[in-house]
């Protein structure tokens, strides 16, 4: 029999043993498609309310500068899963094909002792590795009545994409998960991403008023550099009929298409009894784009607001990481464009919120230029795993617990490849620090300059203005110093395809 004096040494020095090795959190990686800082409410949006996403910001804390390294929808989740740069990932723009044997935090995480899983939009072309469970829409995926791919095979599913991605995600947490392991769950929508169909819960939003237009939406980009004038992403003349829900989706059964008509209806024959031309087209045509986009938001902030519901009725909230994040940016009307692409803010600035209690000051913001580099690295500092190596991207651990570093970077890189393909824009690559932005479109060998700290809204290149001679020649500086440091020279480049014939840049893109 065990003496009592060495019963109770156990059970006392045994209790603090476990106490000082608390468990490893729980991460909740809450992802939309081409939703914008500024419709967040958080951010400052001044169109759309967002009060689940600002939970998780009040809670934690808001990143203002956090900027995708190429602002398209595959090469950011390549990014993401790598924390490598799309040359070095492979993954370069919405033709790639993702190579699923090489390193994922998610295999890292996994091999760990994470339970993982990964459902929504993956959009990798490659079946997901480094998850225990899997279920996620082919391709682009489809808002009503979406098909699946799972790892137990094929599945459709009645019902609208975004509330279908959040039962998803709320049944595997509450009957798919391993409760004796910590977990990694990442639940991406398609939403808010073209064609914008709002689910049949949001389609009554914004009948009764108007969204207040971008000053720049009738912009004529003559400060931009020329190539500017050659893309295909205007409001005024690239919107298709499905965009503008002169055409109802495909995929809708009867009572789907009954209550969208109910909605669109009425609108529809009041736009064929008066149709405006001119000016008044393009303002048709964005209060149309944008209600549509915000009743699409409005699904995924709801969405958010019920995984969080979750998390804090089953006692999870506080052993959890959640983090709320988009692919990238997106034009809202900003410059008359819809979509993204481009190395303007506007497009490369992603929103990014993270909760965790007990290590993040509630209600706190920081100004560090963070990139979705830095993601992977963080969630595997946060469970305690050392990052590899040959990652790119930093943990931002101590960014979260309030740390100034003085050795944080100062500069970002960009490199956007994808073209020519929908929407035209020019490959380019450039540096952003805090106050200004150096852009070479070197397939046409022109130049941008921006102050962004007199102009932020990024109206009108200083590249030729004497004034601005050093600054020029030390953002030159800077980005040869971060071609070099990611490996970027030397390294290949996606194939030119042909150009898309005239008017393709209409379709859909990813």
Same mark, same amino acid.
């Given at each position: 029999m065990r003496p009592l004096f060495a019963l109770g040494f156990f059970l006392v020095f045994g209790a603090? @043993?476990? *106490? *000082?090795?608390p468990k490893r959190p729980n991460i909740v990686f809450l992802f939309s498609d081409d939703h914008a800082s500024h419709a967040i409410s958080a951010?400052? %949006?001044k169109i759309n309310q967002t009060p689940n996403i600002d939970r998780i910001a009040k809670e934690g804390m808001l990143f203002r500068n956090t900027f995708c390294t190429n602002s398209i929808c595959g090469p950011s989740r390549a990014v993401i899963l790598t924390g490598k740069h799309s040359h070095l990932n492979g993954f370069y723009d919405n033709r790639s094909t993702f190579d699923g044997t090489q390193q994922t935090f998610a295999k890292l995480l996994q091999a760990n002792g994470y339970n993982t899983a990964m459902i929504g939009k993956w959009h990798l072309v490659t079946d997901p590795t480094g998850f225990d469970k899997w279920t996620i829409l082919p391709g682009q995926g489809i808002y009503y009545n979406p098909n699946f791919k799972s790892d137990k095979g094929p599945l459709k599913v009645e019902g609208y994409c975004t509330d279908i991605i959040t039962d998803m995600t709320l049944n595997w947490l509450d009957k798919g998960r391993d409760k004796e392991k910590p977990f990694l769950l990442m639940c991406q929508h398609k *939403?808010? !991403?073209r064609e914008w169909a709002p689910g049949p819960n949001q389609l009554g939003l914004y009948r009764d008023k108007d969204i207040p237009e971008p000053d720049s939406l009738f912009d004529d980009w003559k400060g931009l550099a020329p190539g500017a004038k050659y893309q295909e992403m205007t409001i005024a003349k690239h919107?298709? /009929? %499905?965009?503008l829900k002169f055409k109802s989706p495909q995929s809708m059964n009867p009572a789907q298409k009954a209550l969208w008509d109910k =909605? =669109?209806?009425?609108?529809? +024959?009041a736009y064929e009894k008066n149709k405006p031309t001119g000016k008044d087209q393009v303002r048709w045509n964005y209060q149309r784009y944008i209600k549509d986009y915000l009743r699409c938001v409005a699904g995924v902030d709801d969405g958010v607001g019920r995984v969080l519901k979750y998390l804090d +009725?089953? @006692?999870? *909230? +506080?052993?959890? &990481?959640?983090?709320y994040s988009s692919d990238q940016g997106f034009y809202l009307g900003d410059k008359g464009w819809f979509d993204k692409r481009w190395m303007y803010d506007v497009s490369m600035r992603m929103p990014f919120v993270v909760r965790w209690p007990g290590k993040i000051k509630a209600g706190t913001e920081n100004h560090d230029l963070v990139q979705?580099?830095?993601?992977? /690295?963080?969630f595997l500092d946060a469970a305690g795993i050392q990052v590899p190596a040959d990652m790119q991207g930093k943990s931002i651990i101590p960014l979260l617990e309030g740390h100034t570093l003085a050795d944080w970077r100062k500069s970002v890189y960009y490199h956007y490849y994808e073209y020519p393909a929908e929407h035209m824009v020019p490959r380019h690559y450039g540096v952003r620090t805090a106050t200004h932005k150096? &852009? !070479? =479109? =070197?397939?046409?060998? +022109?130049?941008e300059l921006f102050d962004l700290v007199k102009d932020p809204g990024e109206t009108n290149s200083v590249f030729q203005n004497e004034e601005y001679a050093k600054v020029r020649d030390e953002l030159a500086r800077e980005l040869i110093r971060l071609r070099k440091h990611y490996k970027v020279e030397g390294a290949p480049e996606p194939e030119k395809k042909a150009a898309p014939r005239p008017g393709a840049g209409k379709k859909k893109a990813g």
């Open positions: 603090l @043993g476990n *106490a *000082a090795a951010y400052g %949006s *939403a808010p !991403h919107m298709l /009929p %499905s965009d =909605y =669109y209806g009425p609108e529809n +024959e +009725e089953n @006692g999870l *909230a +506080e052993n959890t &990481i959640v983090v979705n580099l830095d993601f992977g /690295p963080t150096l &852009i !070479h =479109y =070197y397939q046409r060998d +022109e130049w």
